[in-house]
T-cell receptor
């Protein structure tokens, strides 16, 4: 069965600093990977997704993520964080088992941005 | 504007009462999903529906029920059998359930508190 691990529960960075959020997945076949962002009390918004091809994918809001099969990772990065990036970030893997196409989510990483 | 609406945003109920959470979408999507979100646990799939008049249990369906009588509506009932109903509930949809690569769109969520 697929699983997703986000090792960092909470991260604090200074505005303008670079950011990397970690995501590790466990899946036997080609993974379908997603990063979502959730502002407090809101739904989730898709930042980017990876299915195949170029392992470095670009998303919205200046985010990018790199798929590394050898490390089973799909880390999210941003070169310069803005105060508006403070939110919770979820990594997810697409499920193909039992004919379902739902997502398996990690437990999330809460990002705090210091001025 | 197309999107997913969930109402109400906050809901309070006494223990032992059933409560129904609304989810409506005007995106003409076939597939709809209900997730439960608890702090530190990410999102877990409750029920999903691939098409009108059809739905399947997710990972944590016990104590919940759904219906899908109309394409645009997928209400979730939290019954008194659900042992820990207090949580944030998110509804999602996507055009169809045939492809895992197709993005899910999320509603703003309903926070249910049962005392």
């Amino acid at each position: 069965a697929q699983s997703v691990t986000q090792p960092d529960i909470h991260i604090t960075v200074s505005e303008g600093a670079s950011l990397e959020l970690r995501c590790n997945y466990s899946y036997g076949a080609t993974p379908y990977l997603f990063w979502y962002v959730q502002s407090p009390g809101q739904g989730l918004q898709l930042l980017l997704k990876y299915f195949s091809g170029d392992t470095l994918v670009q998303g919205i809001k200046g985010f990018e993520a790199e798929f590394k099969r050898s490390q089973s990772s799909f880390n999210l990065r941003k070169p310069s964080v803005h105060w508006s990036d403070a939110a919770e970030y979820f990594c997810a893997v697409g499920r193909l088992d039992t004919g379902r196409r739902a997502l398996t989510f990690g437990s999330g990483t809460r990002l705090q941005v210091q001025p | 504007d197309g999107g997913i609406t969930q109402s109400p945003k906050y809901l309070f109920r006494k223990e032992g009462q059933n409560v129904t959470l609304s989810c409506e979408q005007n995106l003409n999507h076939d597939a709809m999903y209900w997730y439960r979100q608890d702090p530190g646990q990410g999102l877990r799939l409750i029920y999903y529906s691939q098409i009108v008049n059809d739905f399947q249990k997710g990972d944590i369906a016990e104590g919940y029920s759904v219906s899908r009588e109309k394409k645009e509506s997928f209400p979730l009932t939290v019954t008194s059998a659900q042992k820990n109903p207090t949580a944030f509930y998110l509804c999602a949809s996507k055009p169809h359930d045939r492809e895992v690569t197709v993005e899910q769109y999320f509603g703003p969520g309903t926070r249910l508190t049962v005392t």
